[in-house]
């Protein structure tokens, strides 16, 4: 059976930009998902998750069941998008075309990707695989009501994907040239160190939490952790704050703060790496506070059929033959690697987050293309 509908990936990519969703995201944005994924068979989920100050967040399944039998490709994505931010040649939330570009904050990451799926899935039967889209109004934000919310709607649904693409930003120079196959962990720690004021000349009279401090992230910072592996580059720790919050030149602070930012590989887990700065923040401070809070841990795809599957799509269209990479940032799929074989493959990622974002008309086509080869052979696996 022929898909019902077609769509124009540059319109629908341009209706999505227009519809402004600084994360977290809901109403509009996913109003127009709606309004093209109903006419092409997909049995639409909208739910608001969460409350304030971090939600509520939207979030849709968005599910066409294939014949019986048929393989679950799921395709993840958000809607959410950065601020804007000053500088752009015209309106951020305008979109606008020139010399063969689609310019507007989503264009690559991601709102372009969720347009060439669509596209790709009103180009294929509606009978061949079963296909999801997993959207999710908060992954540029605080990510606690996106997509661990989605994945708890999913398991109360039965909603079991074999196979899930991600369409975040992964190309690096040009469209196809990488594949991201897993992605390194992230913890944040927060150091605490309580100290007791006074005036400088009298030092005896007040407790200094800064020397402290010094010594605790001195050590922290001569800490290596690894050296990388085959899969993975090395793991490192940042300091990315410390804080006094002491506007006198004659005054002992009462207090002093510091933030750590840790990217691990898979040789780490987040609690034992948060153990280990805690023991070392209490070895110098026992009274201070340690908060950490780990936002997702390394994860890989194993070498095997999907990722192969997926690289051989690429290269069809493409003529590359994609790196197969774990480098980079976080994304929503260190939740989503539990629940199937996971790869995240999109356009280039050389303008996300900045102004005048923006993506060629050209990769949008292709990057379609790409997409619903991948769902064809989906569907041809069973």
């Known amino acids: 059976m022929n898909s019902p509908n077609t769509i124009d990936v540059v319109t629908l990519a341009s209706d999505l930009i227009a519809a402004t969703s600084v994360s977290p995201a809901r109403g509009q944005v996913f109003d127009v998902l709606e309004a093209r994924l109903t006419p092409?068979?997909?049995?639409i989920t909208r739910t608001l998750?969460?409350?304030?100050?971090?939600?509520?967040?939207?979030?849709?399944?968005?599910?066409?069941?294939?014949?019986?039998?048929?393989?679950?490709?799921?395709?993840?994505g958000h809607v959410d998008v950065v601020p804007a931010g000053d500088g752009w040649t015209g309106d951020a939330f305008i979109p606008r075309i020139a010399d063969g570009r689609l310019y507007g904050r989503g264009a690559a990451d991601m709102k372009g990707a969720v347009a060439a799926f669509i596209d790709a899935a009103a180009g294929v039967p509606t009978d061949?695989?079963?296909?999801?889209?997993?959207?999710t109004g908060d992954e540029e934000g605080p990510a606690i009501h996106g997509t661990r919310a989605l994945m708890q709607h999913m398991a109360a649904a039965n909603v079991r994907p074999d196979y899930i693409l991600v369409?975040?930003?992964?190309?690096?120079?040009i469209l196809g040239d990488t594949l991201k196959i897993g992605r390194r962990g992230s913890v944040n720690i927060w150091i605490h160190v309580p100290g007791r004021e006074g005036h400088v000349a009298y030092p005896h009279?007040?407790?200094?939490?800064?020397?402290?401090?010094?010594?605790?992230?001195?050590?922290?910072?001569?800490?290596?952790?690894?050296?990388?592996?085959?899969?993975?580059?090395?793991?490192?720790?940042?300091?990315?704050?410390?804080?006094?919050?002491?506007?006198?030149?004659?005054?002992?602070?009462?207090?002093?703060?510091?933030?750590?930012?840790?990217?691990?590989n898979?040789?780490?887990?987040?609690?034992?790496?948060?153990?280990?700065?805690?023991a070392i923040v209490h070895r110098h401070a026992p009274d201070a506070r340690v908060t950490p809070l780990i936002s997702g841990e390394a994860f890989r795809t194993q070498p095997g059929p999907w990722v192969d599957l997926v690289s051989d799509c690429v290269a069809e269209v493409t003529g590359l033959t994609p790196e197969r990479s774990t480098t980079g940032g976080t994304s929503d799929a260190?939740?989503?690697?539990?629940?199937?074989p996971i790869v995240e493959m999109g356009l280039p990622n050389a303008t996300m987050h900045?102004?005048?974002e923006s993506v060629t008309l050209t990769d949008l086509a292709a990057l379609s293309d790409i997409y619903r080869r991948i769902i064809l052979r989906v569907a041809a696996l069973g």
């Not at 092409?40 to 049995?43: D, E, P, S, V, Y």
């Not at 898979?266 to 805690?278: N, Y």
């Not at 260190?334 to 199937?340: D, K, N, P, S």
């Open 334 to 340: 260190r939740f989503l690697h539990v629940l199937a």
């Open 266 to 278: 898979d040789l780490h887990k987040g609690a034992d790496l948060a153990d280990r700065i805690t």
């Open 205 to 264: 009279l007040a407790d200094n939490p800064l020397p402290r401090l010094v010594a605790i992230l001195a050590e922290i910072d001569a800490i290596a952790l690894d050296a990388g592996n085959d899969f993975f580059q090395a793991s490192n720790i940042e300091i990315t704050t410390i804080d006094v919050g002491n506007p006198a030149t004659n005054v002992i602070p009462a207090t002093a703060d510091a933030r750590l930012s840790i990217r691990f």
């Open 354 to 356: 900045k102004r005048d």
């Open 128 to 135: 061949a695989a079963t296909i999801s889209l997993l959207i």
């Open 167 to 173: 369409g975040e930003p992964s190309s690096m120079t």
């Open 40 to 43: 092409l068979g997909f049995t």
């Open 49 to 76: 998750d969460g409350d304030a100050p971090d939600g509520p967040v939207e979030n849709m399944i968005a599910i066409r069941h294939g014949r019986d039998g048929a393989q679950h490709l799921a395709f993840a």
